[in-house]
């Protein structure tokens, strides 16, 4: 049976040496290359066409979600695990819209690991437990009838700019809707990052269609 090929992205050395140790322990599993920036695992998976990466979120450069994202759109067929210490819903949903197929946190059992990895090599999608009720119960509770009430740390204004994100506006687009200057748009697209703990535009987006904005354009 040929090896299961497998390439981590953390930027933390002592967690890819727990990789590392838990990958040995598995004779069906190989470590074909290791990353510690987005860039890396973008350009290594693409290198390498690995079956599974093990990506983390928070990386030096654009994020793993980010990095997933081109991952998955140039090769459908490599399956992005996240592994990662953070389980908000902004992360946790971003990184399912960019197409990862697993997601667990950091601190799981070596053993609970390559399962993960052998359900995903199988084409199955798989998350941890912690996850699970995380997306039960998101999707039993009722949505927020407008922006000001998914995401109250924001302004009315600052609301309506993600409503418009969300339906995939450039800045210039969303200047002259508002009939705001280009400036302002860029102070408050920043200031919307900050207030929601997002990366970059496209967590942004993901985090807002969650809440139901943008969808219907």
Known sequence: MQAIRVVIADDHPLFRDGVRAVLACSPDMELVGEASTGEQAVRLAMTLRPDIVLMDVKLPGFSGIEATRRIVDEAPEIGVVVVTMFDDDATVFGAMRAGARGYMLKGVEGAEMLRAIHAVHRGEAIVSPAIARRLITFFSAPKPINPTEAFPQLTERECEVLTLIAENRTNGEIASRLGLSSKTVRNHVSNIFGKLQ????????????????????
């Open 198 to 217: 997002v990366a970059d535009r496209a967590e942004a987006i993901a985090r807002a269609r969650e809440a139901g904005l943008g969808l219907a354009s």
